[in-house]
């Protein structure tokens, strides 16, 4: 049992290329999240997915692209990067949307935009 | 809006000593809520959760009571390790979102 897995763990771009985080989870989960960590800032949420074929708008959206086509796979899309979305990125899961299910978390893709 | 207050850090001890880590929350309805820890270089961790008032999350001699009275979840250990350093999440879950503090770094030195 894998559970949340995330690649690459780093990157680096340039400004201005494109690029996809991929995220996979075996555990069956309904809800998958995308967040971002920046120093200071905590955990901002990016995009969420309450199933396959659902997806919605975090605190954070602009720039980033997600979709769900499957309940395992969540992936990020950095449409054009800027050097602002240099960032540490962590896709989460949890079982389902209800308040009471907690988040498994993968372990981060560092990504560099220079 | 939903919101999460944590106390800022970093945070020093001494190992054996107490912890407590402030957190406050402002949130609408009944959410669950939540400590995670992140060691470095990894993701966060859950470390435990109260889903209800009154209710109290213990895990690794970690624990921390839901109090909705002053909408807190202060996190607490009787006696610290050097292994317990890492940082630590206060997070809300309302509804189908989750809600993170800025998270508190702990650094306990034997």
């Known amino acids: 049992n894998a559970g949340v897995t995330q690649t690459p763990k780093f990157q680096v771009l340039k400004t201005g290329q494109s690029m996809t985080l991929q995220c996979a989870q075996d555990?069956?989960?309904?809800?998958m999240s995308w967040y971002r960590q920046d120093p200071g800032m905590g955990l901002r949420l990016i995009h969420y997915s309450v199933g396959a074929g659902i997806t919605d708008q975090g605190e954070v959206p602009n720039g980033y692209n997600v979709s769900r086509s499957t309940t395992e796979d969540f992936p990020l899309r950095l449409l054009s990067a800027a050097p602002s979305q240099t960032s540490v990125y962590f896709c989460a899961s949890s079982y389902s949307a209800e308040r009471y299910t907690e988040a498994f978390f993968g372990q981060g893709t560092r990504l560099t935009v220079v | 809006g939903d919101s999460v207050t944590q106390m800022e850090g970093p945070v020093t001890l001494s190992e054996e000593a107490f912890l407590t880590i402030n957190c406050t929350y402002t949130?609408?309805?009944?959410?669950?809520l939540f400590w995670y820890v992140q060691y470095p270089g990894e993701g966060l961790q859950l470390l435990l959760k109260a889903t209800k008032a009154d209710d109290k999350g213990s895990n690794k001699g970690f624990e921390a009571t839901y109090r909705k009275e002053t909408t807190s979840f202060h996190l607490e250990k009787g006696s610290v390790q050097v292994s317990d350093s890492a940082v630590y999440f206060c997070a809300l879950r309302p509804g189908n979102q989750f809600y993170f503090g800025t998270g508190t770094s702990l650094t306990v030195i034997p």
């Open positions: 949130a609408t309805g009944y959410p669950s």
């Open positions: 555990m069956n989960h309904e809800y």
